[in-house]
């Protein structure tokens, strides 16, 4: 999966957190034990040395002892201090495991690496942190498939009615999104006001963000007013440059924006996605007509020619929905 630098930089900051957290709270128990019981001092010591101990046992050859017997040796006496320190802390009331690193992830001791590989717990921090990314950009909730009501469209099993053509297009969002990859084609969606082409959207996105992809989901107003933004100087960033890189990258409601002045971008985003081979959806309430006649032809050869379109077709579900 790819993350994204800033992900990277929280999870990093969030594993630090923690390891600090658990070597400080350590101090902490190791002054209040040693307060009650001076003699753990010297067993903890012994304790936490017995790795270089067992490294020395087995580089160092002076002894004339073989180093297997020395590591033996050494892990017994270990053991045996381990039992003293455990009945120590008994005797002046303390846990047995009093002593011992709290840390947060026990297999990596909260430095996200195992074997120089990336450890579980830093790979789940930086799903995290991307998907928290996606729902800063993301203009509404995420849902999921099983959420979408085919009831809301008219028309029963009807070849020619809207519930069968939504749920021909219902199932085509579900395969796009099992089947997602890098390669995966661009989706159209368009229709009238309130027909469901953002909550499919939405389904999309929850459903490819569960399979470890990078996805930017936003207001396609919102990002044309920060790419404006940043480059008259108002705003610092660069929206462009994230919209390129997310693995997909679903823009919400073209045709919302203001005048022309937005079609450079919109041509620039297209260009680039098309260009680095990456997939894109776009919801929009135009007609394919009132598209033709809002952009100019080089946006609508590559809405038309490089995605896949799905027409939305039915009656405002948002009315049936308020009416229950």
Same mark, same amino acid.
């Given at each position: 999966?790819?993350?994204?630098?800033?992900?990277?930089?929280?999870?990093?900051?969030?594993?630090?957190?923690?390891?600090?957290?658990?070597?400080?709270?350590?101090?902490?128990?190791?002054?209040?034990?040693?307060?009650?019981?001076?003699?753990?001092?010297?067993?903890?010591?012994?304790?936490?040395?017995?790795?270089?101990?067992?490294?020395?046992?087995?580089?160092?050859?002076?002894?004339?002892?073989?180093?297997?017997?020395?590591?033996?040796?050494?892990?017994?006496?270990?053991?045996?201090?381990?039992?003293?320190?455990?009945?120590?802390?008994?005797?002046?009331?303390?846990?047995?495991?009093?002593?011992?690193?709290?840390?947060?992830?026990?297999?990596?001791?909260?430095?996200?690496?195992?074997?120089?590989?990336?450890?579980?717990?830093?790979?789940?921090?930086?799903?995290?942190?991307?998907?928290?990314?996606?729902?800063?950009?993301?203009?509404?909730?995420?849902?999921?498939?099983?959420?979408?009501?085919?009831?809301?469209?008219?028309?029963?099993?009807?070849?020619?009615?809207?519930?069968?053509?939504?749920?021909?297009?219902?199932?085509?969002?579900?395969?796009?999104?099992?089947?997602?990859?890098?390669?995966?084609?661009?989706?159209?969606?368009?229709?009238?006001?309130?027909?469901?082409?953002?909550?499919?959207?939405?389904?999309?996105? /929850?459903?490819? %963000?569960?399979?470890?992809?990078?996805?930017? $989901? &936003?207001?396609?107003?919102? =990002?044309? #007013? +920060?790419?404006?933004?940043?480059?008259?100087?108002?705003?610092?960033?660069?929206?462009?440059?994230?919209?390129?890189?997310?693995?997909?990258?679903?823009?919400?409601?073209?045709?919302?924006?203001?005048?022309?002045?937005?079609?450079?971008?919109?041509?620039?985003?297209?260009?680039?996605?098309?260009?680095?081979?990456?997939?894109?959806?776009?919801?929009?309430?135009?007609?394919?007509?009132?598209?033709?006649?809002?952009? /100019?032809?080089? %946006?609508?050869?590559?809405?038309?020619?490089? $995605? &896949?379109?799905?027409?939305? =077709?039915? #009656? +405002?579900?948002?009315?049936?929905?308020?009416?229950?």
């Amino acid at each position: 999966m790819k993350y994204t630098e800033q992900a990277y930089l929280k999870a990093e900051n969030e594993l630090n957190n923690r390891r600090k957290a658990a070597e400080n709270e350590y101090l902490d128990h190791c002054a209040k034990a040693y307060e009650a019981a001076p003699e753990l001092i010297e067993i903890n010591e012994k304790i936490t040395s017995v790795n270089c101990e067992i490294i020395k046992a087995i580089t160092d050859r002076s002894s004339g002892k073989k180093p297997s017997e020395l590591v033996m040796q050494i892990k017994e006496n270990n053991r045996l201090a381990h039992e003293k320190k455990a009945a120590i802390l008994k005797k002046v009331g303390l846990p047995q495991d009093f002593l011992d690193h709290k840390y947060t992830c026990r297999i990596c001791n909260d430095s996200g690496f195992v074997d120089g590989i990336r450890c579980k717990c830093f790979e789940q921090l930086l799903e995290e942190y991307s998907i928290s990314e996606v729902s800063q950009d993301c203009d509404i909730k995420l849902h999921s498939f099983d959420e979408f009501m085919l009831s809301y469209y008219p028309g029963g099993n009807d070849s020619n009615s809207p519930r069968h053509q939504m749920e021909l297009i219902l199932n085509k969002c579900i395969e796009y999104a099992n089947n997602f990859g890098e390669n995966s084609g661009s989706l159209f969606l368009y229709g009238n006001t309130g027909l469901g082409k953002t909550f499919l959207s939405s389904c999309i996105a /929850n459903a490819v %963000i569960n399979k470890g992809y990078f996805v930017v $989901f &936003r207001s396609i107003l919102k =990002v044309f #007013e +920060d790419a404006l933004a940043e480059h008259f100087g108002k705003k610092t960033g660069n929206t462009l440059e994230k919209l390129s890189k997310a693995d997909l990258l679903i823009l919400d409601d073209l045709g919302s924006e203001f005048g022309s002045q937005s079609d450079p971008i919109l041509y620039q985003i297209l260009n680039d996605r098309i260009n680095l081979n990456k997939p894109t959806v776009i919801t929009s309430n135009l007609s394919l007509q009132e598209l033709n006649g809002r952009y /100019n032809e080089r %946006i609508v050869s590559r809405l038309l020619g490089e $995605f &896949r379109r799905f027409p939305f =077709v039915g #009656e +405002d579900i948002r009315f049936k929905i308020n009416r229950n």
